[in-house]
């Protein structure tokens, strides 16, 4: 959180798993890692604890953000994806203590999707009042 840039929108610990991982029915763990997803500019960007997502980046002016809601293959935890050029990524914070919603921060998954969609949608508002 320290290497942080000084003026973050928003950042919260969370887990990932891309989609291969997502999608596999036989796993050890219910998630590739865990890092901080962040907003900065009109950028989220992801720093894990793993080789390979050290830093991934999602433009919100073109990243598709996408509830998924529970997944029994991956914990029957709530997910969230967003998708960048390249790959989708699914994340979600609602591990152990948090799955009964007692996190110090008061952050949810769908908390944290609802906010990042927000994010999203007042940079394409702006956007759009550029181009008039």
Known sequence: MDSLPENVSFKVA???????????IFKFTGFDCSGILYVYGEII??????????????????AVINWVG???????????????NQDTYYFNMETGITIFNLSK??????????????FQ???NLEKIGAQN
Do not use: H
Request: hydrophobic share 30%; no cysteine; proline share 2%.
């Open 14 to 24: 969370v887990r990932v798993n891309s989609s291969r991982k997502n999608d596999s």
């Open 45 to 62: 960007y992801f720093k894990g604890s793993k080789p390979g997502y050290e830093q991934i980046e999602f433009d919100l002016k073109s």
């Open 70 to 84: 529970v997944q029994a293959q991956n914990g029957a935890l709530q997910w969230f994806s967003i998708k960048n």
């Open 105 to 118: 921060s008061g952050e949810s998954t769908r908390n944290i999707y609802e906010k990042l969609k927000n």
């Open 121 to 123: 949608a007042a940079t």
